[in-house]
């Protein structure tokens, strides 16, 4: 989910180190993303498979071992598809590796509300992220023979080796329907014992209490209508431009 074992951070070091004044990133940008996922064959093994051992119910075991995994913060890292996700990708987090300081990445807080895509069950939040090979250049012909690029490693495209990582849900009832509003907050701490690791945090926020980011993705009537009167001003404000 790129801040994994501090890739940034080398990167931001190295640049810091020798980048000159004139001189490209790559990758240029980078993007974290998040969504809601359904992960039927995880849970049939990890936790469905536990309701009837050789006529035992060791469900609880199971329970417990999934529950400390979310207490010490540790996320299951696998391959998705692209049919797993139940809403749409959102951002959880962009940089311009251009000018991202070290404190930037130590730690990240995002609350998100996002609408479910279909009928299913709500079993995790899915992280992922993509670099982007389009630098500042200072040089407008070299900028003319230069075609962007972007590495994408979430679901839906060719498969890499960080695969995707999920935090699992702290929910029983995992069963959501079509336009329902799911929340939850994410929280990303680098270790201090060591650097190399993030300490992953997932909070489910209720969307009728809970107060909602501006502007917020999810469907629901206010949001909506805020994000409508934004686009509306956006509109306004880039047609008074045209004009002038």
């Not at 929340?183 to 201090?192: A, C, K, L, P």
Request: with cysteine; charged share 25%; proline share 5%.
């Amino acid at each position: 989910y790129l801040l994994h074992e501090s890739m940034l951070d080398s990167v931001i070091r190295a640049r810091d180190k020798h980048l000159q004044d004139d001189g490209l990133m790559f990758p240029s940008h980078a993007t974290v993303y998040c969504a809601a996922v359904q992960m039927d064959t995880y849970m049939q093994d990890n936790i469905h498979y536990w309701e009837s051992v050789h006529g035992f119910n060791m469900l609880p075991v199971a329970t417990r071992v999934l529950e400390n995994k979310l207490a010490g913060g540790q996320p299951e890292v696998m391959s998705l598809s692209e049919s797993d996700l139940i809403s749409q990708p959102s951002i959880l987090t962009e940089y311009d590796l251009r000018w991202v300081q070290l404190d930037e990445v130590r730690t990240i807080r995002d609350k998100k509300f996002v609408s479910i895509t279909r009928n299913g069950n709500f079993h995790g939040v899915a992280l992922w992220f993509s670099c982007q090979f389009k630098p500042i250049f200072y040089d407008e012909e070299e900028e003319n023979k230069f075609k962007s690029v972007t590495l994408e490693t979430g679901p839906g495209h060719p498969a890499t080796h960080w695969k995707q990582t999920v935090i699992v849900v702290p929910r029983n009832d995992t069963e959501v329907e079509q336009d329902e509003i799911v929340g939850w907050e994410i929280s990303m701490d680098q270790s201090e014992e060591n650097p190399r690791h993030y300490q992953l945090g997932l909070s489910m926020l209720d969307p009728e209490c809970d107060e909602h980011p501006v502007p917020c993705e999810c469907k629901m009537a206010r949001c909506a209508l805020f994000a409508a009167l934004m686009q509306k001003e956006e509109d306004d404000l880039e047609e008074l431009t045209n004009l002038q």
